[in-house]
């Protein structure tokens, strides 16, 4: 029912900064908890930030201070601004939308982020 679809991936220096873009389809859009969440090779999911529909937001210790998450209902679009980017920070970064009441969650398709040293 939700298609979820991340851009702005990409290949950065360490110290620089990335926005990524995630659009979803749909009409219900502002009532869902949008989050971000990546992974790297070898290790398991990590939680990177999420923001809920009153715009109460939540990050993982790893980038609080340096990524935002924002969301932008009249475009069905949430962001997350990644500035100081580490090499550690590279990941595919997936983008999800939690309904909540027990629906199951969606996911996009994922993109990939490379910070080199």
């Known amino acids: 029912q939700v298609q979820l679809v991340e851009s702005g991936g990409g290949l950065v220096q360490a110290g620089g900064s990335l926005r990524l873009s995630c659009a979803a389809s749909g009409s219900a859009f502002r009532l869902y908890t949008m989050g971000w969440y990546r992974q790297a090779p070898g290790k398991q999911r990590e939680f990177v930030a999420a923001i809920n529909s009153g715009g109460s937001t939540n990050y993982g210790d790893s980038v609080k201070g340096r990524f935002t998450i924002s969301r932008d209902n009249a475009k069905n679009t949430t962001y997350l601004q990644m500035n100081s980017l580490k090499p550690e920070d590279t990941a595919v970064y997936y983008c999800?939308?939690?309904?909540?009441?027990?629906?199951?969650?969606?996911w996009g398709q994922g993109t990939q982020v490379t910070v080199s040293s």
């Open positions: 999800n939308a939690d309904p909540g009441y027990g629906v199951t969650a969606y």
